[in-house]
């Protein structure tokens, strides 16, 4: 519920955009050829009841320097050409153009300039190379941080790199701009060094979602998934009979393979995101907000034991983890696959959606389904190869700045860039799809945390994607044995440097 405002707000805003009679119009042509209908005016974009107060300081011109993702990267990932932090420019780009307005308000209202201490995709290691060194050294380069979740291992676990955010007294985490399970999980004995918030854009690209072919949908007279999900019957298991009904031996070699209509494209990382999504979570916290690796062991390996099959399942799925033979099999073959109609489901992260765009039909934005029909709400993670976490490092000489400047990102975020986000992945050519919509909300608003994935103590996402890889799922409590001793060793290597007893 923390952004019924802000859906409702986004649904009108869809609603009156479109145009439902004939879908006609005037069009744009985006970087890559091609052509959408005009994007909204921000300028006319209704106002949410006023939930930001702006405090009444002069920062003086200051500079407010974020360490993070420059958006200066070519050929790649489209995702990975938008900065979360900076536009210089207005563009025409729909989330460019948002940023820029997002930065201008906030430099005019507080009297600052947005910098950036840049890294550029796919340099990830500089991440945790630029942030430990300054900090360490004590030196003031950056005054937040939105770091990659692959740095926060090395980032966060060792005292005295970060500030406990709950300490900076300008910063409201309660607002609806700021994840609100993140904040829960997130935390270690009351202390919070991160926390995911709207101005965490690439938090969003990373959300793993299913993307579901609309073509093949109307082929094989496959119901309105939507209601499937309204109805909370979208279920790993439903999923499974429509991936049996659409895979076909395109060549009639009598195989299902890459070279066929598969039902599921996954891969092994997927297993560990399901248990997650459930609202599993391998290292629990206690009453004292400490971490141990407690599981539900039970319910982890009723959900390994459905999830392994259907991930091994060489009639209906393929698994780009063990397709070999392309320089890079996301882009050669799995997102060609899906764009000419040959894939039913796709198990990815948001961000492929940029890639989507292209093709001639239409496709679904879901959640990832339930373990079964009693699970009380969908869930699903953050990819931590391309999420980022706000983090105020300990060099930041002005905290209250850095709270009242990072709070106007979120706000500011919430009005204008995610709204600017969902309107460029839900749009297809020149169709909108509203519905789509709704599923974001009901998939950003269902991030689930684990600590045990986050700082991945003693590689327990390798033990999972193992399990995925062998196919015997019935190896998960004597892998979790196994590798129980190194993970608690993690585990307490954490709370030590963090200097937790």
Known sequence: MKRLIFFIFLTAFLAACADTDNNTGSVQETQTGEVLKEQPDTEQMPVQPPEFTAADVDYEGYNFRILGYDGAAAGTWQAAAISEIIAEEETGDPINDATYKRNREIESLYNIEFGIVPVTYPNRGDFAAKFTRAVLAGEDLFDAVFLLGDSLSAALSRNNMVYDLHTVQTLDLSKSWWDQNSIKAMSINGKLSTAIGDMNLYSAFATVNIFANK?????????????????????????????????DDLNGDGIIDHNDQVGLSTQHSYLYNAITSAGETMTPKDSDDIPSLAPNTEKISAIVSKIVPISQDKSTTINGDDITGYNNVFFDLLMPKFRQNEMMFFITQMMISFELRSMDADFAVLPLPKHDENQENYGTVIANSWGTYTVIPTTCTDTNRAGHILDAMGYYSQQYIMPAYYD???????????????MMSIIFNNRNFDLAYLYNWGDISGMFFGISKSGNADTFISQLERNEPRINTAIQNTLDMLEIN
Not at 424 to 438: G, H, L, P
Request: charged residues 25%; negative net charge; aromatic residues 10%.
């Open 424 to 438: 460029v992945t839900v749009t297809n050519k020149i169709i909108r799809d509203d519905d789509s919509a709704e």
């Open 215 to 247: 073509q093949l949908m109307q082929d094989y007279s496959i119901d309105n998934l939507y209601q499937l999900v309204n109805d909370g019957k979208w279920t790993w298991d439903a999923m499974y009979e429509i991936m049996k009904l659409t895979a």
